[in-house]
């Protein structure tokens, strides 16, 4: 990924079981009220269903269960992060996110080993916000499906790009 | 509102010229696929500056100006030829037809705004 | 990204889609040189070769892309090489030309992947040395500005303008004419479909303006349509010339030549567009719902709300055919792709092939197309290398030594069949049945009917060659094929005669995106299921009950219907009792699966949506559509569920 000439990303900040976490502007393409989510039967664990945003159907992943958190109900402060990678589109659902931060480049630091809560493989690096301590999110990493059959991949490889 | 016409067989051609000489602000664009196209067009309506290709089908650029340079009315029109890199040997026949600029693809499109702004406000003036 | 990278970016989109339209006209054009020794019929033909050559360099160079801009170049010189000396440097050049034609395709290729650009300076070399074999013309400068007035002032246009009678126009462009969207181009493109115009030229009037004055070299019986007149398009009245020579231009140009009104569209703007008329069919259901509250409390203007409602209801279907017809492009273009697959492939391996099309004309989505070139390719290919006998079986066979492959194309209904029948050996059925024993594959019966081989030949890693050849080593696999058919919706059959030839069937849906669906409820969860893949919905009430080891059926028309219960095989918790509910039958006549579901909801349009996320790709589950409470409902995948249920119940009898 290029870094800005001026060396900072814009980011937006979510809160999850206590902690903040920043996504990149540029990863994110909207941000929404959690509406109504199907399930979706044998889908990853983390997996809470799927949902329609302007006009498309879309995976929601549950930030909490995907770090091993404890899934919360939803309520007014939470948020769909939409964010696109690798040409798909996936819904985060977060605690909140109502924050928007410039995070200079040489600001941000490799991610602290002995992390205790999450495990690291999900993080881009951390950064000191003031006093906050601000977790940045890998994007890829989140989205990563980790076990497809062979006939899955096949078909999702062939599958027309409507989206 | 200055007018330029762009003329070029290929439509993604045109929208890279159109998006780069949009840049200049408060200009307009007609379009013309082919040279004869490029004639009707400037019959019909004024156009204050000609983007050219050369090689099109039916009736060649270079024809074109020479049309163009023929005419009372459309004599003193710039004409900006933007061919090719390859057709290189018509670029003396073009100059001595009267073409203001004579320039290759692929352009640089800052370099092709800035010379073209320089045309357009030399025809204002 | 640097500033002429984003510049790059926003057009690079736009650069494929042309370029595939200019590779194509290349492809026709020289397979209609090599069709064409003489060369004298395809002048035309080489003009266009040459700007659609030229198009690509100029549009490779914008882009960056060095290797297809030499690429290009290179070919033009070529091209020009046999304008020159036709007979001299022809055969040798042509297959230059043909090897720069894939060179340019892969460069391009590598583009759009992000990789590496196919070396070129290899391809250069030869080229020039092919072109210096013409006596006299290295470093021959290159003259190719046409003369004042006469665009096509080649020799051999002019052969077959001797031909032809000629015929003049005179199209006078009006302010008026020109808002109704007729213009000279519109005129050209009329005149091309009488003939083939020889002059083109600009003439000022006196009292000012311009009418530009053509010539046309007409094919035999080819008339002006008396309309043009009202267009400002004259012509005098004339006699067809008697004459010998028909001066008909050959099939490939006649092809080329461009309809009238043609608009290229960008196949994303459609699709927003279509998302915009699945919103507004979402908008008119929530209409449906309030008149019918209304309806409860006697409203006055009730009934005038539901006629306009009506009238919206026919509005909304009619724009949504309108819009799916715009996608529809005909299936003749990827056919001509396969006519050069197999000129290749006969190249290589010496053997002669026949390539039959029929149905060329037929029109299916576009995004379907696309996505069916390169199992169609695998197809072909296949019969090509493993269907075709060689030429001294063929004969000891008692076969004609040209072996025939041909692709067909039918609509039927809303779905498309595509054909690919060859007149070799058939599929191996000794060779299938001793992998299948290898794998473990062999059904207990030993019985290898057609069905049971295709679903052998498409299981992954199943191949009956020992070594992958060059022929179908490239590309997909059986299994991709068939997996790339039925992401779209559709099925793959395969005939197969021993020593007389096999045949591929591969039906498709002719249109996306909208049906009418079966709303059901699955425990507390809403689905749909396409109304055109039920056979009949029958209450649990109606059926009677076995059980046998682990699954359950019924009598059903005198057969016996095993029966999947959707809540269960999505772990939902179900709301009624086991001999409730209702069964939707689905399959075909051979497979049949009855899906039992809690209750019924009733019959809805539903606009689909495809689940492509990896995350939530499920089998029994080929979409996802949005009901008028806003909530996303599951549609369910007939054709994978009986394909699960027989795999099952074969399972378990063995």
């Known amino acids: ?163 | 509102m200055r007018k330029v016409l762009v003329v070029d067989d290929s439509a993604t051609m045109r929208r890279m010229i159109i998006a780069t000489l949009t840049s200049l602000g408060s200009v307009a664009f007609e379009q013309a696929v082919s040279g004869l196209e490029a004639i009707e067009r400037l019959t019909l309506s004024p156009i204050d500056l000609v983007m050219l290709d050369l090689n099109m089908p039916d009736m060649h650029g270079l024809e074109v100006l020479r049309f163009m340079r023929a005419q009372e009315s459309l004599r003193d029109i710039p004409v900006v030829i933007l061919t090719t890199r390859g057709d290189e040997e018509s670029r003396s026949a073009a100059l001595r037809d009267g073409v203001s600029l004579y320039l290759t693809k692929p352009f640089n499109p800052p370099d092709l705004a800035v010379q073209v702004r320089t045309l357009l406000e030399g025809a204002a003036a | 990204m640097s500033d002429s990278e984003q510049f790059v970016d926003q057009f690079i989109d736009d650069y494929f889609s042309e370029c595939d339209e200019h590779l194509a006209t290349v492809r026709r054009v020289l397979l209609a040189l090599e069709d064409d020794p003489s060369g004298a019929a395809t002048q035309g033909g080489m003009l266009e070769l040459q700007r659609a050559l030229h198009t690509i360099k100029g549009l490779s160079g914008m882009v960056g892309l060095a290797a297809a801009e030499q690429v290009a170049h290179t070919m033009e010189d070529g091209v020009r090489a046999i304008g020159k000396h036709p007979t001299v440097v022809r055969p040798a050049l042509l297959e230059l030309l043909f090897a720069g034609e894939n060179l340019l395709e892969q460069a391009i290729a590598s583009r759009r992947r992000h990789g590496a650009p196919p070396p070129t300076d290899a391809y250069v070399a030869r080229m020039r040395g092919a072109i210096g074999h013409g006596a006299g013309f290295v470093g021959a400068p290159v003259q190719h500005v046409p003369g004042m007035g006469l665009a096509l002032s080649s020799d051999a246009s002019v052969v077959s303008v001797e031909a032809g009678a000629r015929q003049r126009f005179d199209f006078t462009p009006s302010a008026a004419a020109s808002a109704r969207g007729t213009g000279v181009e519109t005129v050209r493109r009329w005149l091309l479909s009488l003939g083939e115009i020889v002059e083109a030229t600009p003439r000022v009037r006196a009292e000012g303006g311009v009418t530009f004055e053509f010539v046309v070299a007409m094919r035999r019986g080819a008339q002006p349509i008396e309309e043009w007149r009202a267009d400002g398009l004259e012509w005098a009245d004339f006699e067809v010339m008697p004459r010998e020579a028909p001066a008909d231009m050959p099939d490939a140009a006649r092809a080329a030549t461009p309809a009238a009104n043609l608009v290229r569209v960008d196949l994303a703007r459609l699709d927003d567009v279509m998302r915009m008329v699945g919103e507004m069919v979402l908008t008119r259901s929530r209409l449906d719902a309030v008149i019918e509250r209304m309806a409860s409390r006697h409203l006055g203007e009730q009934e005038d709300l539901e006629e306009a409602n009506e009238a919206l209801e026919r509005q909304l279907r009619n724009l949504r055919e309108g819009v799916m017809r715009i996608r529809l492009v005909p299936i003749g273009e990827v056919f001509e792709r396969m006519r050069f697959a197999v000129r290749e492939m006969a190249r290589e391996s010496g053997a002669v092939i026949r390539l039959d099309f029929e149905g060329g004309a037929t029109e299916i989505d576009k995004v379907v197309v696309d996505r069916m070139l390169e199992p169609l390719m695998h197809l072909v290919r296949n019969s090509v290398s493993h269907g075709i006998e060689s030429r001294t079986q063929r004969l000891a066979a008692g076969k004609p030594a040209e072996g025939r492959v041909s692709l067909r194309a039918r609509a039927a209904g809303d779905r498309i069949m595509l054909e690919i029948e060859d007149d070799g050996a058939g599929l191996d059925a000794a060779r299938v049945a001793s992998r299948a024993r290898e794998l473990g594959l062999m059904p207990r019966n030993g019985r290898l009917d057609d069905e049971t081989m295709l679903d052998l030949v498409c299981t992954p890693g199943f191949s009956t060659r020992d070594q992958a050849d060059m022929g179908s080593g490239r590309g997909v696999g059986m299994s991709v094929v068939r997996s790339a058919v039925r992401a779209l919706g559709g099925e793959l059959f395969l005939q197969s005669r021993a020593g007389l030839g096999a045949c591929f069937t591969i039906e498709l849906p002719l249109t996306l995106m909208i049906a009418d669906a079966i709303i059901v409820q699955v425990g507390e969860q809403v689905m749909a299921i396409p109304q055109l893949s039920l056979r009949e919905i029958v209450p649990m009430e109606e059926l009677v009950l076995t059980r046998m080891e682990n699954n359950e059926m019924v009598s059903y028309r005198g057969g016996v219907l095993p029966l999947v219960r959707l809540a269960s095989l999505f772990g939902f918790p179900t709301t009624v009792a086991a001999n409730r509910g209702h069964v939707l039958v689905v399959g075909s006549d051979s497979q049949m699966a009855g899906l039992v579901v809690d209750r019924l909801q009733g019959l809805r349009e539903i606009v689909m949506h495809p689940i492509s996320d990896p995350l939530v790709t499920v089998t029994g589950v080929s979409g996802a559509t949005e009901l008028a409470d806003g909530r996303v409902s599951l549609i369910l995948d007939a054709a994978a569920l009986v394909r699960r249920t027989t795999r099952e119940a074969h399972g378990s009898t063995r």
Do not use: K, W
Request: aromatic share 4%; proline share 7%; with cysteine.
């Open chain 1, 1 to 163: 990924m290029a870094v800005r000439a001026s060396g900072a990303d814009s980011y937006i900040l979510c809160e999850l079981a206590g902690a903040t976490y920043a996504l990149r502007s540029d990863d994110i393409e909207q941000l929404e009220m959690v509406g109504l989510l199907t399930p979706v039967p044998n889908a990853p664990s983390f997996v809470d269903g799927v949902t329609s945003v302007r006009g498309r159907v879309i995976p929601a992943i549950s930030l909490r269960a995907r770090f091993g958190f404890e899934r919360v109900p939803t309520d007014l402060r939470s948020r769909l992060i939409v964010v696109r990678h690798d040409g798909r589109s996936v819904c985060l659902i977060v605690d909140s996110a109502r924050e928007f931060a410039t995070i200079p480049a040489d600001a941000i630091q490799p991610p602290p080993d002995g992390l205790a809560e999450i495990s690291t493989r999900y993080l881009r690096g951390m950064a000191h916000l003031g006093e906050r301590l601000v977790l940045l999110l890998d994007v890829a990493e989140l989205l990563r499906v980790t076990s497809t059959g062979p006939e899955a991949s096949d078909a999702t490889a062939l599958l027309p790009a409507f989206s």
